[in-house]
């Protein structure tokens, strides 16, 4: 069983910082892409970056610039660094793992952590 466990979320001012973490069990980190989408109240959920197990990273581009991703492969958790938070930027964080191949196999999303940035 699987399970990824998001942490980091809080309540930041707008041009504050945060780095949100996932942890993961399981044996298929370290072979698995790991990505963060959020979800804000009333829309739909929304990629925001991907990296894969050899450290590939992909970032949406509206995301470039103020978010990082990275992993930690010895710790099986997966990091996104997010700068110059603006209050657009309020939403429910979510993890997710997927096989590098097949999108559907081994397929896991987090239980996510709220970001709320103020004005």
């Known amino acids: 069983q699987v399970q990824l466990v998001e942490s980091g979320g809080g309540l930041v001012q707008a041009g504050g910082s945060l780095r949100l973490s996932c942890a993961a069990s399981?044996?298929?980190?370290?072979?698995?892409?790991m990505s963060w989408y959020r979800q804000a109240p009333g829309k739909e959920r929304e990629f925001i970056a991907a990296i894969t197990a050899g450290g590939v990273t992909n970032y949406a581009d509206s995301k470039k610039g103020r978010f990082t991703i990275s992993r930690d492969n010895a710790k099986n958790t997966v990091y996104l660094q997010m700068n110059s938070l603006k209050p657009e930027d309020t939403a429910v964080y979510y993890c997710?793992?997927?096989?590098?191949?097949?999108?559907?196999?081994?397929?896991?999303w987090g239980q996510g952590t709220q970001v709320t940035v103020s004005s």
């Open positions: 399981g044996n298929i980190f370290r072979f698995n892409v």
């Open positions: 997710n793992t997927h096989h590098p191949i097949v999108i559907t196999k081994d397929n896991y």
